[in-house]
């Protein structure tokens, strides 16, 4: 029931312990399938259902995480290299080259984010309606350009137009790596391959610090050092979006680069996740499900509140750093173990979750560390003798990175149906841009040294975000009982087997108690609810986790 936690697994070999183990093939007619069904489940019956061993799921597994992994790593780095050079040319004077008043940054910070929340619905819908990796390749593409012409503006409002388009394309990005996650991986592997692309965010820090440290010793009469930065940031992203158009495969049932054999065994090992795969049809009632849904609505103001926090440090970060008294070039240096401690929080929150199955308990403990960091900025004195105190909370603040992803891949295990899946995702990451819209408006220059306003309001919304931890899991346990009750009312094992969170340790153990109750592995492509486009709140065989 609770994340990577077992309910119950397949007695099998000890060589095919992380192994699904689907119907074998036979040569009965093809079963009919609803017209709502899953383009997995047509790939299925087209195909016919398969068995594998553990070996060649593993096989295939790492092919998939050789070819699409890089791929939305890189997506996911460049998306958030262009989205925070603004940050990294605020301290190389582009508030005196481009004539920026205080409040008119501000909003080169909160428009990037406007842009994304304004275009979230037509992204989900984008994402349902037409293939996945042309859409990303092309957005990837879009926003490099318009990250390299932000070189020729040179005021406030020509840079003010092109963050708005660079956020209206990097509007698909996010929402299209947790797709491609849903679609390439069971659930017990999820969590970390989320974090791992989310840990983008902290390589960039490092990655951006050290290219801008660079460039910003390159002085020339002709071109502002912050224009030198932008042409050089979305120049390599319009490469990569290139390559990343022909490399990328729309699915698992469209991946020409695996044999037909290995297709199979990638759809077929995902039917336990009782999520779909892709339908490529929008249905409305997914839609009104998603708004009707208190555990979203609930994920929605968790996300908001970390994203108002998330959103005022990112885009002030290098000036607190710079009032604790280091100059520009310092600055930045220090800025660089940030993208550290977030890779190593990132991945390691990721794994913790993992092995012990709480997302929730995971997000209270993260919270507490930005908690304790604010509390630091917000009562340690600004001065020479501080500046290792005042470093010490800037870093434990930036521990907040880890919670974010943490709440994507939480929300995106606990919904079915494939336009569902899309809707909520769009609200989760309008939730974000929300936040990011109003984080960095409640900083202001004129705070300086100590931008206590905002720091007040950060601690407010960490505090948020821990008892929302607490409360979120508990909602989602009476939703199981909703579920094990009604399936025994339908004659039902009230009992599943929750075989997309079964890890290899424990996959013999738990098949032996299956097969005690007599219960079948998988089951027929027509009774199969996952594979039939049904939301999680009407598909009875959905195990919500912790």
Not at 426 to 439: E, K, L, P, R, S
Not at 513 to 532: C, H, K, M, S, Y
Request: aromatic share 10%; charged share 15%; glycine share 8%.
């Amino acid at each position: 029931m609770a994340d990577d936690k077992l309910i119950q697994a397949p007695t099998v070999a000890p060589d095919t312990a992380d192994a699904i183990m689907p119907v074998a093939s036979t040569s009965e007619p093809a079963p009919a399938i609803s017209s709502h069904a899953d383009k997995a489940a047509q790939f299925i019956v087209e195909h016919g259902e398969v068995t594998f061993t553990y070996e060649e799921e593993r096989a295939v597994l790492k092919r998939i995480d050789m070819r699409i992994l890089p791929l939305i790593l890189g997506a996911y780095f460049f998306q958030q290299l262009d989205k925070s050079s603004l940050s990294y040319v605020s301290i190389f004077g582009i508030m005196e080259d481009a004539n920026l008043k205080s409040i008119e940054y501000s909003w080169l910070g909160s428009i990037l984010y406007l842009a994304q929340l304004i275009f979230q619905p037509l992204a989900a819908l984008l994402l349902v309606k037409l293939p996945t990796g042309k859409v990303m390749g092309t957005a990837v593409v879009c926003w490099g350009a318009c990250a390299a012409i932000m070189a020729a503006c040179t005021n406030f409002g020509s840079l003010l137009a092109m963050r708005f388009l660079l956020g209206s394309f990097e509007a698909m990005i996010a929402p299209s790596c947790l797709a491609v996650t849903q679609m390439w991986w069971r659930r017990s592997e999820q969590t970390l391959r989320a974090s791992y692309w989310n840990a983008m965010n902290g390589v960039t820090f490092v990655v951006g610090s050290l290219v801008t440290y660079g460039l910003g010793h390159v002085a020339s009469d002709r071109i502002y050092r912050y224009q030198t930065i932008f042409l050089f940031c979305g120049g390599l992203t319009v490469v990569f979006g290139a390559a990343f158009l022909v490399l990328m495969p729309d699915s698992p049932m469209e991946a020409r680069y695996l044999s037909e054999r290995e297709q199979a065994v990638a759809v077929e090992r995902l039917r336990a996740n009782q999520m779909g795969v892709a339908s490529r049809r929008w249905r409305w009632d997914h839609v009104r499900e998603t708004f009707a849904d208190l555990k979203t609505l609930l994920w929605f103001l968790l996300i908001v509140a970390i994203s108002i926090a998330s959103g005022g440090i990112s885009t002030f970060g290098n000036l607190i750093l710079k009032d604790f008294g280091f100059t520009n070039f310092n600055a930045i240096l220090f800025s660089m173990p940030t993208g550290v401690i977030q890779v190593v929080i990132i991945i390691g929150s990721a794994w913790v979750a993992t092995r012990i199955g709480r997302k929730g308990v995971v997000i209270t403990a993260l919270a507490c560390l930005p908690t304790i960091g604010t509390v630091l900025m917000l009562t340690v004195p600004r001065s020479e003798g501080n500046k290792g105190v005042l470093l010490l909370g800037y870093y434990l603040v930036q521990c907040l990175g880890a919670i974010t992803p943490m709440v994507y891949t939480w929300s995106a295990q606990n919904t079915g149906g494939d336009t569902k899946k899309k809707t909520s995702s769009a609200m989760m990451f309008m939730g974000m841009c929300t936040g990011n819209v109003i984080g960095p408006l409640l900083y202001n220059t004129k705070d300086a040294p100590l931008y206590r306003p905002g720091l007040i309001a950060d601690l407010v919304m960490f505090i948020t975000v821990g008892v929302l931890g607490i409360l979120i899991p508990m909602y989602l346990m009476l939703l199981n009982r909703w579920h094990a009750k009604k399936r025994e009312e339908l004659g039902k094992q009230a009992n599943m087997v929750d075989e997309s969170m079964v890890r290899r340790g424990n996959m013999q153990e738990s098949k032996a108690a299956e097969l005690e109750q007599n219960e079948q592995a998988t089951r027929n492509i027509e009774d199969d609810n996952g594979l039939n486009d049904l939301p999680d709140l009407k598909n009875e065989d959905f195990i919500y986790v912790y």
